[in-house]
Every structure is written in C-alpha cells, then in structure tokens.
C-alpha cells in the first residue's frame, strides 16, 4: 500500500557531507513522523533523527549538531542532511515513516510504520 524508496547514500571522505531523500508513495492519507534509522553489522538498528508532521525536530546525541532532518509534506518526501561525516556514521540508513493509509478494497484507514529498504553510507578515506 505505501512505499518508501530512500536515495543518497554514498561514499564520502570523513569531513564530508551528504543528502539523504525518501520519499512514500502509494494509497496514503497523512504520514505523520517521519525519521531515519541507521544500522551496522552485528548491532541493532538506532534512531538518528526524526521530524513530525508538524515540524518538530529530534536527534540521536551521536548526530546532534552535524545533521539536519526536514520534510517536504508536499512531495511527502523527508531529507537528512549529514555534514562533518566521520567513520562512525558508516552503516545502512533506513527512512520510516508512520503513515495513515486507505485502501479501496476493504473501505478502512490504517495506520502503520512503514521502512524503505535503506541506502549503504560508508565514511572513509
């Protein structure tokens, strides 16, 4: 029913930046939170930053200051902006989402946390 296709993920010398973009598709009627989530190898997947449909913002500590998440609720499209990249930021990067969707078939609204397949983002020189 709804789709997120993340893009941006690249590699970057530490000291560098990126954009990272997702943006949901499908049967939606509102997305309320959206966030990014990042994982490595071994480790459970963590929250870096997050932003309501509002405009409120949130931030791991380990991002804070270094990054930037907005939205475009128009295009229901969310960026992060990742600046003074280290090492440490190496890992998969998952967009999720919190979206209120309608299906045609069964007439009901549903809410559900919706994840793109996540965009590899390797730091290193």
């Known amino acids: 029913q709804v789709q997120l296709v993340e893009s941006g993920g690249d590699l970057v010398q530490p000291g560098g930046s990126l954009r990272l973009s997702c943006t949901a598709s499908?049967?939606?009627?509102?997305?309320?939170?959206m966030g990014w989530y990042r994982q490595t190898p071994g480790k459970e997947r963590e929250s870096v930053a997050a932003?309501?449909?509002?405009?409120?913002?949130s931030y791991s500590d380990s991002v804070k200051g270094r990054s930037t998440i907005s939205r475009d609720n128009a295009k229901n499209t969310v960026y992060l902006q990742m600046n003074s990249l280290k090492p440490e930021d190496t890992a998969v990067y998952y967009c999720?989402?919190?979206?209120?969707?309608?299906?045609?078939?069964?007439?009901?609204?549903?809410?559900?946390?919706?994840w793109g397949q996540g965009t590899q983002v390797t730091v290193s020189s």
């Open positions: 999720h989402a919190d979206v209120t969707s309608y299906s045609s078939a069964s007439r009901f609204f549903s809410r559900h946390d919706y």
């Open positions: 932003v309501t449909s509002g405009g409120s913002t």
């Open positions: 499908g049967s939606i009627v509102s997305i309320h939170t």
